[in-house]
Nanobody
Framework: VQLQASGGGLVQAGGSAKLSCVAS????????LGWFRQAPGKEREFVAA???????LYADSVKDRFIISRDNVKAIVYLQMNSLKPEDTAVYYC????????????????????WGQGTQVTVSS
């Protein structure tokens, strides 16, 4: 599946932003979806994942602030980001896989085969 992320930009600390990732390709509903991010000088890290059903998984750093959701009709995965902090500044990537075996395994980026191009989110203090 091909992925195209959008929705990044400059946001003030404490504000909100919503990222979207549009997928093209068959059987979107059978894909497990995820969001990762990479801050300058750091490795890419897991943010959130959405299983085929309603199950979700979050990194501790974003839990209770970010919400991942999906629309299987529109083939879009969203990341609603609330109470943003300067440390949330990063390039955000969406990812997809149809081969995952467990929700918790999705913390590892090697579980995902397909990646979007990334969208920059900058949070100013």
């Amino acid at each position: 599946v091909q992925l195209q992320a959008s929705g990044g930009g400059l946001v003030q600390a404490g504000g909100s932003a919503k990222l979207s990732c549009v997928a093209s390709g068959p059987s979107f509903s059978s894909y497990v979806l995820g969001w990762f991010r990479q801050a300058p000088g750091k490795e890419r890290e897991f943010v959130a994942a959405h299983w085929i059903d309603s199950s979700t998984l979050y990194a501790d750093s974003v839990k209770d602030r970010f919400i991942i959701s999906r629309d299987n009709v529109k083939a879009i995965v969203y990341l609603q980001m609330n109470s943003l902090k300067p440390e949330d500044t990063a390039v955000y990537y969406c990812a997809a896989t149809d081969r995952a075996w467990s929700l918790t395994s999705l913390r590892q980026e090697y579980q995902f085969e397909d990646w979007g191009q990334g969208t920059q989110v900058t949070v100013s203090s």
